[in-house]
C-alpha cells in the first residue's frame, strides 16, 4: 500500500528550528514532484514548499521564504524540509504530499489538485 510518513513535527519556541522528514513505502519519491503542505486550525491548507523529482528545482511559499529548505535525498527515499527562524504563523499541520513528475513545482504548490498521495501529517506549533 502506497504511504507517505512525516516526522519530526512538535513544539518549539519562536526563532527556533525543525526539520520535517517525510518517508515513503511501496513507490519511489524520485518519480514525483513533491511538496509539503500546512494547515493552520481554521484555514485551508496551502502548499509551503515543492521540488522536483531531480531536486534541480524548487519553490517556495513568500510567507517561508529565505527561512525553510526543501531537500530530498533519494538514495534513502526521504524528502525534508528544514525549518528555521519559526514563527507562531508557521503553526499547524504539515502534510507530505507526491504529485506526477510533469506537475512543475510552482504548480503543485499553488494547487493541492495535482497531488496523486498525501501523509498523515504533523503537527508544528511555534509557541513560547
Known amino acids: 500500500q502506497v504511504q507517505l510518513v512525516e516526522s519530526g513535527g512538535g513544539l518549539v519556541q519562536p526563532g527556533g528550528s525543525l526539520r520535517l522528514s517525510c518517508a515513503a513505502s511501496e513507490f519511489t519519491l524520485a518519480y514525483y514532484t513533491i511538496g509539503w503542505f500546512r494547515q493552520a486550525s481554521g484555514k485551508e491548507r496551502e502548499g509551503v514548499s515543492c521540488?522536483?523529482?531531480?531536486?534541480?528545482?524548487?519553490y517556495y511559499s513568500d510567507s517561508v521564504k529565505g527561512r525553510f529548505t526543501i531537500s530530498r535525498d533519494i538514495a534513502k527515499n526521504m524528502v525534508y524540509l528544514q525549518m528555521n527562524n519559526v514563527n507562531p504563523e508557521d503553526t499547524g499541520v504539515y502534510y507530505c504530499a507526491a504529485a506526477d513528475f510533469r506537475i512543475s513545482v510552482q504548480r503543485m504548490c499553488t494547487t493541492s489538485l495535482t497531488v496523486n498521495y498525501w501523509g498523515q501529517g504533523t503537527q508544528v506549533t511555534a509557541s513560547s
Open positions: 521540488i522536483s523529482n531531480g531536486g534541480g528545482n524548487t
